[in-house]
C-alpha cells in the first residue's frame, strides 16, 4: 500500500521548521524561489544566505519504520551561487533528536545527498546508521555541481537492495552489503594455503641456450697498446705501472641472452578463499524504527543552495511521480532563465569593459584631461546612462512569455 510518510510544503515553514540553538552563530535560512525559476511563488525553496557559516534546521513528522517497507528518500537542490565547498544532503533522525540542540555530533539514521569539497571532489553521500557506527558507501557517485536544480533520489528496499538516481535516472545500484562495510567479508583467504615452492609465475625468461659469441667485446675501454712504461718508473716508489685506457673501437655493449616465453609459466598464482567463518548474515540492516525528523545540517563557505521537494514514501513510483510534477515541470524553463539571466550578466560586463577601455583612450588623448570631465559631466546629466542592461525589463517579458506554460505542481500531488 503506497504512503507517504512526510511531504513538506514550505508555506508557513517557519511554524514546522526548528532552528537549532546549540550554537548562536548558526546561518539563516531564507524562503525564496533565487535569481531563476519557472515561477517565482511555486518554486520557494530554503535557501542558505550567509557564507562560511554552518547551519542546522530540522524538522518534525509522525514516526514511521522502514521494516519489511521500501524506504524513498527524495529532495531538490539548487546551487544557484556556484557552489565550490559545501554540503547540499539532507539527514533523517530518530524521534528521540532534541531539535533545538541539533548538532553535527548529533545521532542519524541516513545522510544523503551531493557534497562538495574542491575542484574535482564532488560526490553523493550515502552514509548509513549500523550497530552504532556510521558507513560511507564505498562507490563514488559523482553529483551535479551545475546551477540548475536536481533531483536526488534514495532508495532502500526490504531485500537489502538499494538504488541512487538524480533526476530520476539511476547512477548506482546493488546490494548493501556489496557497497558498504556492513558486516565481515562473505570470504576471505585460506590461512593456511601457501603458494608451492616451485610455482613459475614469470611469463618470459631468458633464453638458456643462448651464448654470447666468442668475438663479443664488452669492454667500453682497453689499455692503449702504444703506451710505454717511462724509464724512470721506479714500481718499489710508484707500484704497479699501468698504461692509460683509450675506447674501445670494437665494443658492442653488454651482452644479454635473448627473451623467450618462459615453456614453464603456470600463471598467476590464486590464493583460494573459504567461507569467513565470522561473516553472519543480518536481515536488519538499515531497518530503522522511529524516523522522525529530517534536518538540514550543513556547513557552506559560499552560501545560496535552495532546498525543496522534501518527500519521503515507500512508493517508488509515487517519488518518480512526484519528482516529475515538481522538478520536472520547472527545469526546462528554470534553465532557459538562467541562460538568458548569464547572457545578460555578460553582455552587461562587455558593455563595461567597453566603456571603461574608451575611458581609458581618451585619457591618453587628452593630456589636460578637460574631454575626461566634460564626458563624466554628460554622463551625470544623462538619464539611464549607466552602463547596465535593461534587465528587469527583459526578464519579465520572458516571464511573461512563459505563464502560460506553468501549473500549479504541487497541487497536482
Given at each position: 500500500?503506497?504512503?507517504?510518510?512526510?511531504?513538506?510544503?514550505?508555506?508557513?515553514?517557519?511554524?514546522?521548521?526548528?532552528?537549532?540553538?546549540?550554537?548562536?552563530?548558526?546561518?539563516?535560512?531564507?524562503?525564496?524561489?533565487?535569481r531563476f525559476y519557472a515561477d517565482k511563488e511555486k518554486d520557494k525553496?530554503?535557501?542558505?544566505?550567509?557564507?562560511?557559516?554552518?547551519?542546522?534546521?530540522?524538522?518534525?513528522?509522525?514516526?514511521?519504520?522502514?521494516?519489511?517497507?521500501?524506504?524513498?528518500?527524495?529532495?531538490?537542490?539548487?546551487?544557484?551561487?556556484?557552489?565550490?565547498?559545501?554540503?547540499?544532503?539532507?539527514?533523517?533522525?530518530?524521534?528521540?533528536?532534541?531539535?533545538?540542540?541539533?548538532?553535527?555530533?548529533?545521532?542519524?539514521?541516513?545522510?544523503?545527498?551531493?557534497?562538495?569539497?574542491?575542484?574535482?571532489?564532488?560526490?553523493?553521500?550515502?552514509?548509513?546508521?549500523?550497530?552504532?557506527?556510521?558507513?560511507?558507501?564505498?562507490?563514488?557517485?559523482?553529483?551535479?555541481?551545475?546551477?540548475?536544480?536536481?533531483?536526488?533520489?534514495?532508495?532502500?528496499?526490504?531485500?537489502?537492495?538499494?538504488?541512487?538516481?538524480?533526476?530520476?535516472?539511476?547512477?548506482?545500484?546493488?546490494?548493501?552489503?556489496?557497497?558498504?562495510?556492513?558486516?565481515?567479508?562473505?570470504?576471505?583467504?585460506?590461512?593456511?594455503?601457501?603458494?608451492?615452492?616451485?610455482?613459475?609465475?614469470?611469463?618470459?625468461?631468458?633464453?638458456?641456450?643462448?651464448?654470447?659469441?666468442e668475438d663479443w667485446e664488452d669492454s667500453e675501454y682497453i689499455p692503449?697498446?702504444?703506451?710505454?712504461?717511462?724509464?724512470?718508473?721506479?714500481?718499489?716508489?710508484?707500484?704497479?705501472?699501468?698504461?692509460?685506457?683509450?675506447?674501445?673501437?670494437?665494443?658492442?655493449?653488454?651482452?644479454?641472452?635473448?627473451?623467450?616465453?618462459?615453456?614453464?609459466?603456470?600463471?598467476?598464482?590464486?590464493?583460494?578463499?573459504?567461507?569467513?567463518?565470522?561473516?553472519?548474515?543480518?536481515?536488519?540492516?538499515?531497518?530503522?524504527?522511529?524516523?522522525?525528523?529530517?534536518?538540514?545540517?550543513?556547513?557552506?563557505?559560499?552560501?545560496?543552495?535552495?532546498?525543496?521537494?522534501?518527500?519521503?514514501?515507500?512508493?517508488?513510483?509515487?517519488?518518480?511521480?512526484?519528482?516529475?510534477?515538481?522538478?520536472?515541470?520547472?527545469?526546462?524553463?528554470?534553465?532557459?532563465?538562467?541562460?538568458?539571466?548569464?547572457?545578460?550578466?555578460?553582455?552587461?560586463?562587455?558593455?563595461?569593459?567597453?566603456?571603461?577601455?574608451?575611458?581609458?583612450?581618451?585619457?591618453?588623448?587628452?593630456?589636460?584631461?578637460?574631454?575626461?570631465?566634460?564626458?563624466?559631466?554628460?554622463?551625470?546629466?544623462?538619464?539611464?546612462?549607466?552602463?547596465?542592461?535593461?534587465?528587469?525589463?527583459?526578464?519579465?517579458?520572458?516571464?511573461?512569455?512563459?505563464?502560460?506554460?506553468?501549473?500549479?505542481?504541487?497541487?497536482?500531488?
Open positions: 500500500m503506497c504512503c507517504c510518510f512526510f511531504l513538506c510544503f514550505l508555506d508557513g515553514w517557519k511554524k514546522r521548521w526548528v532552528e537549532s540553538k546549540h550554537q548562536p552563530d548558526y546561518g539563516k535560512f531564507q524562503l525564496t524561489a533565487g525553496g530554503l535557501q542558505t544566505s550567509e557564507d562560511a557559516k554552518f547551519y542546522a534546521l530540522s524538522t518534525r513528522f509522525k514516526p514511521f519504520s522502514n521494516v519489511n517497507e521500501t524506504l524513498v528518500v527524495q529532495f531538490s537542490v539548487k546551487h544557484e551561487q556556484g557552489i565550490d565547498c559545501g554540503g547540499g544532503y539532507v539527514k533523517l533522525f530518530p524521534a528521540t533528536l532534541n531539535q533545538e540542540d541539533m548538532h553535527s555530533e548529533s545521532e542519524y539514521y541516513i545522510m544523503f545527498g551531493p557534497d562538495i569539497c574542491g575542484f574535482g571532489n564532488n560526490k553523493v553521500q550515502v552514509i548509513l546508521h549500523y550497530q552504532g557506527k556510521y558507513h560511507e558507501n564505498n562507490k563514488t557517485i559523482k553529483c551535479r555541481i551545475n546551477k540548475d536544480t536536481h533531483l536526488y533520489t534514495l532508495i532502500i528496499r526490504p531485500n537489502a537492495t538499494y538504488e541512487v538516481k538524480i533526476d530520476n535516472q539511476q547512477v548506482a545500484a546493488g546490494e548493501l552489503e556489496d557497497d558498504w562495510d556492513f558486516l565481515p567479508p562473505r570470504k576471505i583467504k585460506d590461512p593456511y594455503a601457501r603458494k608451492p615452492r616451485k610455482w613459475d609465475e614469470r611469463l618470459q625468461i631468458e633464453d638458456p641456450e643462448d651464448k654470447k659469441p692503449d697498446p702504444e703506451a710505454k712504461k717511462p724509464a724512470d718508473w721506479n714500481e718499489a716508489m710508484d707500484g704497479e705501472w699501468a698504461g692509460p685506457l683509450i675506447p674501445n673501437v670494437k665494443y658492442k655493449g653488454q651482452w644479454k641472452p635473448r627473451i623467450i616465453d618462459n615453456p614453464n609459466y603456470q600463471g598467476e598464482w590464486i590464493h583460494p578463499e573459504i567461507d569467513n567463518p565470522k561473516y553472519k548474515p543480518d536481515p536488519t540492516i538499515c531497518h530503522y524504527y522511529n524516523i522522525s525528523v529530517l534536518g538540514l545540517d550543513l556547513w557552506q563557505v559560499k552560501s545560496g543552495s535552495i532546498f525543496d521537494n522534501f518527500l519521503l514514501t515507500n512508493d517508488e513510483e509515487f517519488a518518480e511521480e512526484v519528482g516529475n510534477n515538481t522538478w520536472g515541470l520547472r527545469k526546462d524553463i528554470e534553465k532557459q532563465w538562467r541562460e538568458l539571466h548569464e547572457e545578460m550578466e555578460k553582455r552587461k560586463q562587455e558593455e563595461e569593459a567597453r566603456q571603461k577601455k574608451e575611458k581609458e583612450e581618451e585619457k591618453k588623448d587628452d593630456i589636460w584631461g578637460l574631454e575626461e570631465e566634460e564626458n563624466e559631466e554628460d554622463s551625470e546629466e544623462e538619464p539611464g546612462n549607466d552602463g547596465q542592461m535593461p534587465g528587469g525589463e527583459a526578464e519579465r517579458a520572458f516571464l511573461h512569455k512563459n505563464e502560460e506554460v506553468l501549473v500549479d505542481q504541487k497541487d497536482e500531488l
